[in-house]
T-cell receptor
Framework: AQTVTQSQPEMSVQEAETVTLSCTYD???????LFWYKQPPSRQMILVIR??????QNATENRFSVNFQKAAKSFSLKISDSQLGDAAMYFC????????????FGAGTRLTVKP | GAGVSQSPSNKVTEKGKDVELRCDPI?????LYWYRQSLGQGLEFLIY????????KSGLPSDRFSAERTGGSVSTLTIQRTQQEDSAVYLC?????????????FGQGTRLTVV
């Protein structure tokens, strides 16, 4: 099964600054999808951004962007102009494009935003 | 309803008792996932249902855990003879099937406490 690794259990950023959260994954597949989810204290998981592996262009959603390095199997999340509301657990996830396309998640990174 | 609904929100049970956790996915979503999230930890995959296909049960931690999905809609996760290590938040998610880049929508989870 594919594995997703988030090597930063905790990260901290000053309000209005930029922070990058790391994610690597292990797969032998060439076609797949990657996601970043946010989980605030309410426990509600919210999709932040997604990336199709066949696309070379990095996905961007407002202040959130990714650095997708397919050869390195790396998928980092950059949050620009950090806001207090960005404080949450962030999970990286992998889903196969074919066959059994369940979603596998990393262990998460807890992001703290300092005012 | 508009989102994924899970019940109960919280459940306290005595060690050795059986519990049933319910998930009502978004209407029309044929893919359904169960995850376990221990305190401060990542999402541990438990089981995945995809339409009428045989479910992927590879994540179930022991034979005390089982799940079913009736009529392709509501799913029930059953834990028999609960143990203290079963204490966790159990999250359910659903998504459109066969579209790998589609978002998985999560419920707010059931917090299970085994005393």
């Amino acid at each position: 099964a594919q594995t997703v690794t988030q090597s930063q259990p905790e990260m901290s950023v000053q309000e209005a600054e930029t922070v990058t959260l790391s994610c690597t994954y292990d797969t032998s597949e060439s076609d797949y999808y990657l996601f970043w989810y946010k989980q605030p204290p309410s426990r509600q998981m919210i999709l932040v951004i997604r990336q199709e592996a066949y696309k070379q262009q990095n996905a961007t959603e407002n202040r959130f962007s990714v650095n997708f390095q397919k050869a390195a199997k790396s998928f980092s999340l950059k949050i620009s102009d950090s806001q207090l509301g960005d404080a949450a657990m962030y999970f990286c996830a992998y889903r196969s494009a074919w066959g059994n396309n369940d979603m596998r998640f990393g262990a998460g990174t807890r992001l703290t935003v300092k005012p | 309803g508009a989102g994924v609904s899970q019940s109960p929100s919280n459940k306290v049970t005595e060690k050795g008792k059986d519990v049933e956790l319910r998930c009502d996915p978004i209407s029309g979503h044929t893919a359904l996932y169960w995850y376990r999230q221990s305190l401060g930890q990542g999402l541990e995959f438990l089981i995945y249902f995809q339409g009428n296909s045989a479910p992927d049960k590879s994540g179930l931690p022991s034979d005390r855990f089982s799940a079913e999905r009736t009529g392709g809609s509501v799913s029930t996760l059953t834990i028999q003879r609960t143990q203290q290590e079963d204490s966790a938040v159990y999250l359910c998610a659903s998504s459109l099937a066969n579209l790998g880049n589609t978002e998985a929508f999560f419920g707010q989870g059931t917090r299970l406490t085994v005393v």
